[in-house]
């Protein structure tokens, strides 16, 4: 088992590129596919995922949350976050 962690506007493209489908349980993008006898996973973090972690966060009183690792976002997505948390 191995694991990456891709730019999110790279990890939105590989999600259309594989027909990702977005899954209610845990809010957020999967998509599978195989290349030889190689399964790939992968799960997205973008905005509609990312803002049902902030109100979760909220929703529990959380101090934080966690998304992706630093510097691998799309800017527009600290506007999204920000209105989240002050509504």
């Known amino acids: 088992v191995e694991s990456e962690a891709y730019y999110m506007k790279y990890s939105i493209e590989l999600a259309r590129k594989h027909n990702a489908k977005w899954d209610e349980t845990i809010s957020q993008y999967c998509g599978e596919w195989n ?30 949350a966690a998304f992706w690792r630093k510097g691998y976002e799309m800017h527009d997505i600290w506007d999204e976050i920000s209105k989240e948390i002050r509504k």
């Open 35 to 64: 290349v030889s006898k190689t399964r790939y996973r992968l799960w997205i973090d973008e905005t509609q995922s990312i803002i049902a972690k902030v109100r979760l966060a909220k929703e529990y009183d959380l101090k934080g």
